[in-house]
């Protein structure tokens, strides 16, 4: 099925992937929210454990997926806030249906961003690290960033998608992931070439330019404002690795719960889809009134 796109602030139009769900117009919709590098394909292995119950949507962020994404764009992550909010406000969920935001890493912090600008438009957040730092526990303005180095070094291109998967399983930090959750990234985040080639969708220096602008990030402040349940899932905790944060993230919510899982890395939901589409969906009963 092709995405739907919507129309987001600076030209942008984020693309918006429909994982599946029940034919209930009622059923409560899973807003899946990607980290930085990813798309919203990636999350269709843990969606295809809910889609019984649950309308599955996921979105491509600006420059991310095949957002449509204009040449020269700003990527601080306030403009990441607005594309969550563009999918909220775009009427793709019908009125009065229940909304349960999912978000990972830098997905967790647009999830923030939207939750503080349209109040009551979700119904609560389950969020895998989240970068959401506290004052100084992320890298310095005039600092160097080694996550947007690594990402300007990244391949861009390989001889066909069997070929990149091959790649990425055999070497970290993507041999983590489970295979189903590798290919879904793949064949979601490369475009086929004329000459047969797949180059990724995700520029390395939009990915760079993605993780360098996480220090202009905000969302830390917006906290005390989410008045709406949220849990912070956590996995094992690494040098310069947002689990190190997270718990200080759940502590300064308002409604805010910690859940561990320390035998996770920070790919956590597309390493175990199975064990935390689970998780989620426990979390969701409990807060669906």
Known sequence: ????????????????????????????????????????????????????????????????????????????????????????????????????????????????????????????????????????????????????????????????YEAAIANYASKPPLDTLHPDALRAYVEGGFETQPDGSVALHCRPEWEAATFEGARHGNAWDLLTGVELPVTVVVGAEVPLGPAAFAPAVAAALPHGYLSEHRELGHFGPLEEPGKLATELAGWIDDNSD
């Open 1 to 160: 099925m092709p995405p739907t796109y919507v129309p987001s602030s600076d030209g942008v139009r984020v693309a918006v992937h429909d994982l599946g769900g029940p034919d209930d117009p009622a059923a409560p919709v899973l807003l899946f929210s990607h980290a930085t590098g990813f798309h919203g394909r990636v999350w269709a292995p843990m969606a295809a454990y809910l889609s019984g119950r649950f309308r599955c949507l996921a979105i491509d962020y600006r420059a991310h997926g095949v957002a449509d994404t204009p040449e020269g764009i700003d990527l601080r992550w306030a403009g990441f806030g607005d594309d969550a909010v563009a999918v909220l406000d775009s009427g793709l969920v019908p009125a009065g249906v229940a909304v349960h935001g999912v978000g990972h890493s830098m997905g967790g912090a647009a999830l923030v961003m939207a939750a503080v600008r349209r109040p009551g438009a979700l119904r609560s957040l389950w969020l895998f690290e989240p970068i959401v730092p506290p004052p100084g526990a992320l890298l310095s303005d005039d600092g160097p960033n080694p996550m947007a180095a690594s990402a300007r070094r990244r391949r861009p291109r390989f001889d066909s």
